[in-house]
């Protein structure tokens, strides 16, 4: 592929997955997963309060009786807690969501021949001792942070590097297949 040719969102995939880095993504996302307490705490407190569980003659089923039940009852929350997690990882623009637009944007320039970077920051934010106004108005009460980019949607001016929010993900059009297709790992061979 040439500078002359368009560089797609495909092509870039297609060169992270045949590299292996989606594969090394995906499990630096599974570690940080299975580090994080609070999921694992959720987790358990769920399976502690689940119905399967706290029904009389529960104990008199047998553990595949008793798994079963509790995926069917756990499954779709638990994962749902998961996803958030996830999605929470991907867009932290200070630890692997960072670490992830960084690979992208130096595989599309790779492929396409620019140099990158290809959006550099502003004097102001490559500065790391100067506080912007934006940051300078994080934490100084619940809510205005929203406030404030509620005034940047209605004005107009807002800035290219707003993180979208979950449900706006999800109100994008294919999103969920996007997901399915390429977040879920394969499956598992089991060792039994």
Sequence with gaps: MGSSSVITPE???????????IDS?????????????ELKNTTIKMAEQSKVLNTPGAEKQTKRELFDA???????PVLEKASKSVWELILDNNGLGKEISETVERVFCRLSGR???????????????????NEKGKGKGKGKGKEKEHENE???????????????MHDEVGIDEVVKKYADPPPAKENC
Aim: aromatic share 2%; hydrophobic share 30%; no cysteine.
């Design 11 to 21: 092509d870039v995939l297609e060169s992270l997955m045949n590299d292996g880095t």
């Design 70 to 76: 509790l995926r069917q009852e756990l499954e779709a």
């Design 115 to 133: 140099e990158p970077p290809l959006f550099p920051l502003p004097t102001d934010e490559a500065q790391p001792g100067k506080e912007t106004e």
């Design 154 to 168: 209605k004005d107009g001016s807002n800035s290219r590097s707003r993180k979208r929010s979950l449900s706006e």
């Design 25 to 37: 993504i995906r499990l630096k996302i599974i570690n940080q997963l299975k580090a994080n307490e």
